[in-house]
């Protein structure tokens, strides 16, 4: 297992998607951010079903960063209850992790407000 996650995030516009990854890559606390293209969720809300288009984010860093990532998407994001889950990274291509690491900051900050 390595210390890699893969953050999943959902955003209503594309326009919001974007400014969660630019700002999650601008500070390092991402190496790389990919947005889909719109999805359909449907969900329960206060206690109605939704059905909604969606924007999924997924967001790759480490571990040790995930509570700066989390900061950041919460206080950009538009949504009462954002969804910001993570899985781990398992294993992977030996180059694309280094990468990934040379790409982030190497410390998470004891503050996670963005700039």
Not at 10 to 16: Q, W
Not at 56 to 84: C, G, M, N, Q, W
Request: charged share 30%; net charge neutral; glycine share 4%.
């Amino acid at each position: 297992m390595t210390d890699k996650i893969v953050v999943f995030v959902t955003a209503g516009s594309l326009r919001e998607s974007k400014k969660i990854a630019r700002r999650l890559v601008e500070s390092r606390l991402a190496a790389c951010v990919n947005i889909t293209s719109p999805i359909r969720s449907i969900y329960r809300w206060q206690d109605k079903i939704e059905d909604a288009g969606e924007y999924v984010l997924i967001i790759k860093t480490r571990r040790d960063l995930f509570e700066s990532v989390r900061a950041v998407v919460a206080k950009i994001h538009t949504y009462t209850t954002p969804e910001i889950i993570s899985v781990p990274i398992v294993d992977g291509a030996a180059d694309y992790l280094e990468w990934l690491d040379r790409s982030l900051v190497e410390e998470p900050e004891g503050d996670a407000s963005p700039r």
